[in-house]
């Protein structure tokens, strides 16, 4: 007998169809022959509509209170699953974080799991039921409920595999799986069957939908392996799971792309120690992310400092570093928000020289301008023109045919 976690996304449990669609799939996965633990996530849309509430109750409070209240989509849909169930003559057992229990940090919002008590879960198991539990929540030790931060029932599914020691954790929603490229951009993307921990999360920072980033950190970090797979389909999707000897032969896995990118340029900086700290610092205190940077030589002892933050951000971020830019005397802020970014991600690159030049000469062939670079030891990151988005990914695609 089979043990495994599967996690179904809001997209699959947001009308009482869907719901009894899921109901039948979990019940065929336990005929199988398999102890099934479900984590399921509330219907599409439902979360947000919470956030929405509270802050238009109460705009700016967050917490505890704000946790209990954006946690109860999921409750919801762990009733009517487990009605459902139920309903078709099986024993669920339905399960709150809390009950669980999972225990997590005090960071609301942005919880981690601490540890997972099985034992409740596992002597249900044994007595033949199928538990379903909802995700994206647990319980802190003052007794407080929190949440894992947006799609984090991947992390609860993860880390309940882990701790249950499943076989796999399957993770449903409505991507078919991981993708060489995304499909509506490029109609020769094909689908990975295999992929590597770190190749996962190097394409979800950049921008790749399947599995939340810190679910996939956690199951590289216990070695769970997921299957990232279609809740409308029976088709297998993408394992992602340790690295081995034949994930390296490629040289670029996957091509992303993500368009909630901006750039603002500070011009003419007294160039002297402490200006970059003073303007990233100034944006990490108000909590912006800054991802690609880059400053050029000095000229005239006065230098360039070029960024990416992510489009929503854009406005606050200007207003910031205009201030500090101020108190730099620096000449000029420019703010654009025409700007994406386009990475290439692949093993190979590790151990063969020149990727990133063949990117570069790529891109250059078809008069793509490239505004910024960042990579890392498996992926290159250039921003470019918004409008030249699905051209790069295309022709990327193209001259380096990820197998
Ligand atoms: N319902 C939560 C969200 O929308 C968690 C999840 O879907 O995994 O972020
Ligand atoms: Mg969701």
């Known amino acids: ?33 398999n102890d099934v633990v479900v984590v399921i996530s509330a219907k599409a849309g439902e979360t947000n509509r919470l956030i929405e509430m509270a802050h238009e109750t109460c705009p700016g409070q967050e917490g505890c209170e704000y946790d209990l209240l954006i946690s109860a989509g999921e409750q919801v849909s762990v009733g009517l699953l487990a009605l459902c169930i139920t309903s078709m003559g099986y024993t669920a057992r339905p399960y709150l974080g809390w009950q ?31 538990v379903i539990v909802a995700g994206f929540q647990g319980i802190d030790r003052d007794g407080s409920i929190t949440t894992l931060g947006r799609g984090g029932g991947d992390a609860s599914a993860v880390a309940l595999a882990h701790v249950l020691e499943a076989e796999q954790c399957e993770i449903y929603s409505d991507v078919d799986g991981i993708f060489s490229a995304d499909p509506d951009i490029c109609s020769n993307a094909h689908k990975i069957e295999k992929i590597s921990y770190d190749e996962m999360l190097e394409l979800a920072s950049q921008g790749a939908r399947g599995v ?20 409308f389909s029976t088709a297998s999707g993408t394992l992602v799971t340790r690295e081995d000897s034949t994930m390296e032969g490629v040289l670029v896995t996957g091509i992303v792309s993500d368009k909630n990118e901006a750039k603002i340029a500070v011009l003419g900086i007294p160039d002297k120690p402490g200006t970059a700290a003073k303007i990233l610092t100034a944006l990490a205190d108000t909590d912006i992310s800054v991802d690609m940077i880059v400053q050029n030589v000095s000229q005239a002892g006065l230098a360039d400092l070029t960024f990416s933050v992510s489009k929503s ?54 008069n793509i301008n490239i505004q910024m670079i960042s990579t890392s030891e498996i ?25």
């Open 1 to 33: 007998m089979a043990r495994v976690v599967q996690k179904y996304g809001g997209t699959a449990v947001t009308t009482p169809e869907q719901i009894k669609k899921v109901a039948q799939r979990i019940i065929d996965s336990y005929n199988d022959n």
């Open 100 to 130: 669980v229990p999972i225990i997590t940090d005090s960071c609301h919002s942005k919880a981690s799991i601490e540890t997972i008590d099985p034992t409740k879960i596992n002597r249900d198991l044994k007595l033949g039921a199928i």
């Open 212 to 231: 939340q980033i810190r679910a996939i950190e956690y199951a590289k970090k216990h070695n769970v392996t997921i299957h990232v797979r279609s809740s």
């Open 313 to 366: 951000d854009l406005d606050k971020a200007t207003l910031i570093t205009e201030k500090i830019a101020t108190e730099l005397q620096a000449r000029e802020v420019i703010a654009d928000k025409n700007i994406s970014k386009v990475s290439i991600v692949g093993l190979g690159m590790r151990n063969h020289a020149g990727v990133a030049a063949r990117m570069f000469t790529v891109l250059a062939y078809n």
């Open 379 to 403: 992926k290159v990151s250039v921003a470019i023109h918004e409008d030249y988005t699905e051209l790069a990914v295309r022709v990327l695609h193209e001259a380096f045919r990820t197998s």
